[in-house]
């Protein structure tokens, strides 16, 4: 065996932890080299020693072993060199499989494979301190150039995958950030035209007559599961069930609506309790039920209409329809009959406690917020002065009412008006 495989085999002796037959072979090599420079004994005596210094252990079984070591690092080698081409192919194949380009990479500056070099010569020196210094030295000074190409190709494929650079991964990161933070900003920026779109159709539908009510509230029936938990939907959902509450003609159907309508105005309340039209129509829907069933019934939903309406003038005090409303009730709250007033009593320790003057208080500020605002208004003020004895006042606010064109939608009290005309002139 010629020295350089000598020294090899001492080296990968050393690494692969043969022991014992590892250090024989170094000191054969040793012996070798320092009787052939003093010109001394022959090879012959040297291996006879070596030989004896093995306990046993033949020479050729490990060199066997050795070659075997050998033949498993070649094959390592090109395992790695394989899997240093692979990964490239494999990187390129993960962007084009998410739909991206992938960043053009500039040539990085690697680690040097110092770092494992240097750690073999550790190893190596902690071996020679077990089985000597010159041993140890032979050996980390045969490595050959195929080993350090074999160190060398595991390092880059190390590093091309696993020791990328931070600023890489960083720049990958944010990348894929802008990416996927666009395609949500646009996803939401679709859903929120098309909600606007919704809302604007849906509140001129609402002011419409009664076909496009209908039409206003089957869109707004076929978006329920979109936009089920923004109160913005919520509470015109349950003002398209009230104007379906107005449209009907059956009892039942008409007190089906309401119940429907409640629900999703307290939906909206219980999801915003800020929302001023979530308590609007929250009220309305109990005041179109309260025209339905008990007295009882009849109360508690009076009552939790004054709550809802309260509510919502504290949270928009300038909106001429929220005062009106609360004239409503008013007005209503003081044509209580005296068993109406003994049942709210039971039922709630004490009766809705309302008169002419506080409903007329609440008409009247209609007008100041928003003077004409509307003909039921003005009906109502006419009826409150009518009641209070205050005839000449009736007259000016049922002039005032006869102004405004006919309430077609609004029959029962369109009937009411003229009823109240034909009385104040006689």
Request: charged share 30%.
């Amino acid at each position: 065996m010629a020295p350089t495989a000598e020294g090899k085999a001492v080296v990968l002796g050393l690494l692969a932890g043969i022991g014992a037959a590892g250090l024989t072979l170094a000191a054969v090599a040793w012996y070798r080299r320092r009787r052939e420079r003093e010109g001394g004994r022959s090879w012959a005596w040297v291996s006879a020693e070596a030989v004896s210094c093995s306990r046993g252990l033949r020479q050729a079984d490990i060199v066997d072993k050795l070659d075997g070591l050998i033949r498993g690092l070649e094959e390592l080698k090109r395992e790695v060199k394989s899997l240093k081409e692979t990964v490239p192919r494999l990187e390129k194949r993960v962007y084009r499989e998410l739909g991206q380009a992938g960043p053009a990479r500039s040539p990085q500056k690697r680690n040097s494979p110092a770092h494992t070099v240097s750690r073999k010569r550790k190893k190596s020196a902690r071996s020679s301190d077990e089985g000597g210094a010159d041993v140890g030295a032979a050996g980390q000074g045969s490595l050959s150039s195929e080993e350090v190409e074999s160190e060398k190709g595991y390092i880059t494929a190390h590093t091309d995958t696993e020791d990328e650079s931070e600023e890489d991964r960083l720049k990958h990161c944010t990348e894929n950030s802008v990416f996927e933070a666009s395609l949500k900003d646009a996803s939401e920026d679709n859903e929120t035209s098309e909600f606007d779109a919704l809302m604007q159709k849906a509140d001129q539908l609402h002011g419409s007559l009664m076909e496009e009510k209908r039409e206003g509230f089957q869109l707004l029936l076929e978006k329920k599961d979109q936009f089920w938990d923004k109160v913005e939907f919520l509470w015109r959902l349950a003002r398209a069930y009230s104007d379906m509450h107005d449209i009907a003609s059956d009892v039942e159907e008409k007190k089906n609506y309401a119940m429907i309508g409640k629900e999703f105005a307290l939906n909206a309340v219980n999801l915003s309790p800020e929302c001023a039209d979530s308590h609007m129509w929250l009220a309305i829907t109990c005041g179109h039920l309260s025209g339905y069933g008990s007295v009882q019934t009849k109360i508690k939903d009076g009552f939790l209409f004054k709550e809802h309406i309260d509510k919502a003038i504290q949270l928009r005090p300038q909106d001429p329809n929220l005062h009106y409303l609360l004239g409503r009730w008013c007005y209503a709250a003081s044509q209580l009959t005296w068993i109406e007033r003994k049942v709210a009593t039971a039922l709630f320790g004490e009766p809705p406690t309302s008169t002419i003057q506080d409903a007329l208080q609440c008409f009247l500020k209609v007008e100041e917020i928003h003077p004409r605002y509307s003909k039921a208004n003005c009906i109502y003020l006419t009826k409150c002065y009518k009641e209070l004895g205050q005839n000449t006042n009736a007259q000016t606010w049922c002039d005032m009412a006869a102004s405004f064109p006919d309430a077609v939608e609004e029959q029962e009290l369109q009937e009411e008006f003229e009823s109240l005309l034909s009385v104040l002139k006689q």
